[in-house]
């Protein structure tokens, strides 16, 4: 088993950043209770008593508004603290423990328990006794990894963070083979094309999705409402939620199949090769128009793509954004300017290939020479 963690960036209601104060306080105060408590019994009896944050419960009623396993893992870390200090193996001595004050960093930490944490929507961390709180997931676990724990903290600027520890089985490849090879060209009409001629594209719900939201949108625009200056009506608004409904579910659908994509190639193959995009340029250039650039979500699949890779400790392998991968001949080296209308590219060495699959293949050659020479 191995773990992981991922710090998520938060951001709490007001209500929940109450909530987290009152944790964090709480967790303090249970800290130098039991500490005090454990000095005084040593004081009496010569020995450290063992003692438990429910004991406090009665006098401090408070307690009990906060999440308990937040306080039950202060007892677990004041037990670790007391066991290093006492250890006498260990080289690195840690003090005695000490009493947290006010300026003692603000954190704590909670266990996941049949699902009481959980990332939701791709845009919550729930937790108990806080709910959902909204989070930018940047990074998502695999389908397999479970959640351990969590860990809430507020930075010095006020900034609020949650990092999660996962737990999964690690599989890793040793890379020897390198015919396990594969390199992806990006197609702004899909999502890519790779070095062995298949084509990666969003899925087929995602095209339906689009027509069905396109229809709702006109029917909103026939509303009472829809036009400057006109008072929004209750059909108006009973469509617009209708229209943002399938504007969620369009990026849920998206983000679920750039998933498995990613997921699907990263446990195929152990080098991956693709191209440096530089967004703007590909846009410039009249890849399609710029819309389907910017929205089949390319970038976020080769980031998908790049830790996927890397948790497996395969290779990754972005190539340089100006290497002429489209204009080279993969068959001779020779080199031409496509036209944007020419699909398939023709060399006079006899080569005639699709020039997606042409552009592909020049990746996965280029690739391979950069990880040799690195
Ligand atoms: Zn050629």
Redesign the pocket.
């Known amino acids: 088993m191995a773990n992981k963690a991922i710090k998520y960036r938060v951001y709490p209601t007001t209500e929940q950043e109450v909530m987290f104060a009152k944790t964090f306080g709480c967790c303090r105060k249970v800290w130098n209770l039991m500490l005090s408590d454990k000095i005084d019994g040593y004081k009496a009896t010569g020995k450290f008593p063992t003692v438990t944050p429910a004991k406090y419960k009665n006098d401090y009623h408070y307690l009990r508004e906060v999440d308990s396993l937040a306080l039950a893992n202060v007892q677990m870390n004041l037990q670790k603290a007391y066991k290093s200090f006492f250890d006498k193996k260990r080289k690195k001595k840690n003090g005695f423990p000490k009493f947290k004050s006010r300026k003692a960093r603000n954190s704590y930490t909670t266990n996941n328990q049949k699902g009481t944490v959980a990332i939701i929507e791709n845009k919550y961390i729930k937790l108990p006794k806080i709910g959902k709180v909204k989070a930018v997931i940047h990074r998502f676990p695999e389908e397999d990894w479970i959640i351990k724990s969590a860990t809430v903290s507020k930075e010095r600027d006020g900034s609020f963070y949650i990092s999660i520890l996962f737990e999964f089985d690690r599989i890793i490849t040793k890379v020897t083979k390198s015919d396990n090879v594969i390199g992806l060209d990006y197609k702004s009409d899909g999502l890519y094309m790779d070095s062995d001629g298949n084509i990666g594209s969003n899925h087929k719900y995602y095209r339906e999705n689009h027509k069905k939201l396109a229809k709702e949108q006109r029917k909103l625009s026939r509303k009472v409402g829809s036009k400057k200056n006109q008072t929004k009506s209750n059909n108006y608004l009973k469509q617009l939620k209708k229209v943002n409904k399938i504007h969620r579910h369009i990026s849920n659908q998206r983000l679920d199949n750039l998933h498995k994509k990613s997921t699907e190639i990263a446990n195929q193959y152990d080098i991956v090769c693709v191209e440096s995009l530089n967004m703007k340029s590909m846009s410039n250039k009249g890849f399609g128009n710029g819309k389907a650039t910017l929205d089949n979500g390319y970038g976020m699949f080769l980031s998908m793509l790049e830790y996927k890779l890397n948790d497996r400790g395969k290779y990754f392998i972005k190539i340089d954004k100006w290497y002429p991968s489209s204009q080279l001949?993969?068959?001779?080296?020779?080199r031409k300017k496509l036209t944007l209308q020419e699909r398939i590219y023709k060399?006079?060495?006899?080569?005639t290939m699709d020039r997606d699959l042409n552009a592909a293949i020049n990746i996965k050659n280029e690739g391979l020479r950069l990880l040799e020479v690195a």
């Not at 001949?329 to 020779?334: A, D, K, L, T, V």
């Not at 060399?347 to 080569?351: I, V, Y």
């Open positions: 001949c993969s068959c001779c080296g020779s060399c006079n060495c006899g080569l």
